[in-house]
């Protein structure tokens, strides 16, 4: 979503300001100012990989890698194809997690440099930590907040109720629009990664977009 002129400014402050902060925390980080050069310097890093995983992310699709990655004869393993099974969607989540390459978005990222995500299943937060060869990071500027307590808000606030609703889920957040910490079985807040740190093991590439991208 493009922003006014002056949103756009005060974004790309903040921006730049973030991406120092996690450069700092060891990740490899980027503020591009929209998509289409996202979308450019992310292929360059794909062309040294043959596989690739998606996690559940809209922002990651606004990009249009995926369709990129298939025309280009790569393999992808994305769960939200269309007709899949049961056991075939777990089978490709598995997959994720030993990829070259692993794509996902934040639920928010701090302007200290950390960043957050919350998941129901774990495939995520489990590819983002440890197993694939690489992982991208794609997030706009409406995922940023000021500290890590602002991070954690946020996920509660905005991304949790938003996500719940646009997937159509029987939680009370996605009636309300608020966390009621519940224990329904569609609950989609289950499992809270925090990176504090690029992770020991896995380089990570963060790209920051002066955009409004996803939930």
């Known amino acids: 979503m493009q922003a006014p002129p002056l949103q756009e400014w005060l974004w790309e402050q903040r921006g730049r300001q973030c ?20 979308r450019n310097q992310i292929l360059s890093i794909c062309a040294r990989h043959s596989t690739f995983g998606f ?7 606004q990009l249009g890698i ?4 298939k025309s280009a004869g790569k393999t992808v393993f994305d769960h939200w194809q ?10 490709i989540r598995r997959s994720q997690l030993t990829c070259d390459c692993f794509f996902c978005s934040a639920n928010a990222i701090s302007l200290s440099g950390e960043i957050v995500n919350v998941d129901g299943a774990g495939n995520r937060t489990s590819a983002m930590g440890f197993g694939p060869s690489q992982v991208i990071i794609v997030a706009g ?22 996500r719940a609703k646009s997937l159509n889920m029987q939680t009370p957040c996605a009636e309300s629009g608020r966390c009621a910490d519940c224990n329904a079985p569609q609950r989609i807040c289950r499992i809270t990664t925090i990176l504090h740190r690029q992770p020991v093991l896995t380089p990570t590439s963060v790209f920051l977009i002066n ?3 996803g939930y």
């Open 19 to 38: 991406t120092e902060k996690l450069r700092k925390n060891g990740f490899d980080a980027y503020w591009t100012p929209d998509l289409e050069t996202a």
């Open 55 to 61: 996690g559940g992310s809209d922002t990651v699709r």
């Open 66 to 69: 995926i369709e990129h990655l």
């Open 82 to 91: 269309p007709d899949l099974s049961p056991p075939e969607s777990l089978a």
């Open 141 to 162: 500027m409406n995922k940023i907040t000021e500290d890590l307590p602002a991070a954690l808000r946020r996920v509660r606030e905005v991304a949790a109720p938003l």
């Open 211 to 213: 955009q409004a991208l």
